[in-house]
């Protein structure tokens, strides 16, 4: 009988941001494949991140999350007070020293833990591990498949 993960596991934080659907199931598929689990990739993308400093080098801008729902309208005859978004809450369980450091920058640059989570999520997916779509793309309009800067470490 196997013994279940347990979801917080000593000497780890855990903490949330929101971010597209979307966006965290291809973080996902990108975990399964080449890191094995979530908080293994949460850990190298953020280190990454702190390591880089895309926000400095590649321009990258801070993200705001959004709610979870939005204020709806009319739709099908029916008023509504709220629809869903799209977004979803999404949990990194992290070593403390690495919390405290996102927790610094956060501070020095005047945004929300949160938005540092969720730029650091945007960044990984569309700068370090673009979908093929976005690759293909890039190679049509002859843009550069990775920005100067970025990923230097990272072997995708």
Known sequence: MSRPKNPNPVNKITTTTRMPSRLHRYMKSIASIKYGTLQAMHAEMLNAFLLEKPWLTAGIRWR?????????????????????????????????????????LAAEQGVSTSSVFYTASYWWVWFVFPPAHEVKAREEAGLPLRVEGVDQHVTP
Not at 96 to 104: I, N, R, T
């Open 64 to 104: 705001e999350t959004r709610g979870l729902t939005g204020k709806g309208g009319e739709r099908s005859g029916f008023l509504r007070d709220s629809e869903v978004t799209g977004w979803e809450q999404v949990n990194f369980v992290i070593p403390p020293k690495l919390y405290a450091s996102v927790e610094a």
